[in-house]
């Protein structure tokens, strides 16, 4: 099994989970006592790394590069980045997948990140959504929605989740991304807030500067 760790700046490193011992209570990883801690592959993209998902079956991770706006993947078996990629909205920001992997999905703020717009008062707020099949690695449909994104998670019903981005404090909405409506707006989290999807579907957690709350 492989742990990936992810880089920020040139490169994508993995290694080996085995390089990691496992340290009593929250003492800090240090090397393993088998060998050097060493990735066992590097692999140049010279761009900023926003996201990375790994396919269903493990042989792809999927990565968005943020510096070019495109979506790339490296094969896990030849640590190879293929030449193949799909380009998206100049200025989006990040990506996640479908629970089954076939399908990625990135966005873009069109009216920024503003503390001081919170519900649209100064600026529409708009974000723009792309899915992509991750087998094809093409774009598949192109959607608006009035939400200002800053991460967002998918349902196996089609749903699309979205934190906002704008204000003090915003709102989660949930999109139906085959009519593109928005099918709920819960009020009372914190603007920026990171997002990530229970598998059971049932639960979302929520994390903002403060803390990490379950709903």
């Known amino acids: 099994h492989l742990t990936l760790a992810k880089a920020k700046i040139s490169k994508i490193l993995f290694f080996r989970a085995g390089a990691f011992p496992p340290q009593a209570g929250n003492s800090p990883r240090r090397e393993s006592k088998t060998g050097e801690f060493a990735p066992i592959a590097a692999i140049p993209v010279n761009a900023v790394v926003s996201d990375m998902v790994l396919s269903a079956d493990s042989s792809w991770l999927y990565l968005f590069n ?8 490296i094969n896990t078996s030849t640590s190879i980045l293929d ?3 799909a380009k998206v909205m100049e200025g989006s920001e990040g990506m996640c997948a479908s629970s089954d992997r076939t399908k990625l999905v990135t966005f873009v703020s069109l009216c920024g990140h503003d503390a001081t717009n919170s519900q649209g008062e100064k600026r529409p707020l708009e974000g723009k959504f792309q899915t992509i099949d991750a087998s094809a690695m093409t774009l598949t449909s192109t959607f608006s929605a009035s939400v200002d994104p800053f991460d967002i998670e998918t349902t196996d019903r089609g749903m699309l989740i979205v934190s906002g981005g704008s204000g003090q404090s915003s709102e989660l909405s949930v999109i139906d991304m085959k009519t593109t409506s928005i099918h709920l707006r819960a009020n009372r989290f914190s603007a920026k807030s990171t997002i990530r ?19």
């Open 83 to 85: 030449n193949v990629s």
């Open 66 to 73: 943020v510096s070019e706006g495109k979506v790339q993947r």
């Open 197 to 215: 999807l229970h598998p059971d579907q049932q639960r979302i957690y929520v994390a903002t500067p403060s803390e990490i709350s379950c709903f």
